[in-house]
Nanobody
């Protein structure tokens, strides 16, 4: 089993920055990639980005490309989401997830999910 815990959410002003963390534990030997998703009230869950544990290869959704950066610390089994130039439309609950497969942009491919952390961006 894999356990994921997000942290680092909060309230920021538009144009500001925030870094989210996702600490992973448990049986991680089969995890291929870690992904970030977000969901605003009444809206569909949206792919934010993902990173491969082994290679560090990253993937991003179009809405955050150029503003958000994903990184990982393999020794700590922790993935980070650095969010810059934040906009009010970035307001959502952000979730990290783990997948054993390679289709990292598809939420149905993820097996394990964290509890989420709230990010609110004021205008």
């Amino acid at each position: 089993q894999v356990q994921l815990v997000e942290s680092g959410g909060g309230l920021v002003q538009a144009g500001g920055s925030l870094r989210l963390s996702c600490a992973a534990s448990g049986r991680l030997f089969s995890v291929y990639a870690m992904g970030w998703f977000r969901q605003a009230p009444g809206k569909e869950r949206e792919f934010v980005g993902a990173i491969s544990w082994r290679t560090g290869t990253t993937f991003y959704g179009d809405s955050v490309k150029g503003r958000f950066t994903i990184s990982r610390d393999n020794a700590k089994s922790t993935v980070y989401l650095q969010m810059n130039s934040l906009k009010p439309e970035d307001t959502a609950v952000y979730y990290c997830a783990a997948t054993e497969r390679t289709y990292v942009k598809d939420e149905d491919e993820y097996d394990f999910w964290g509890q989420g952390t709230q990010v609110t961006v004021s205008s």
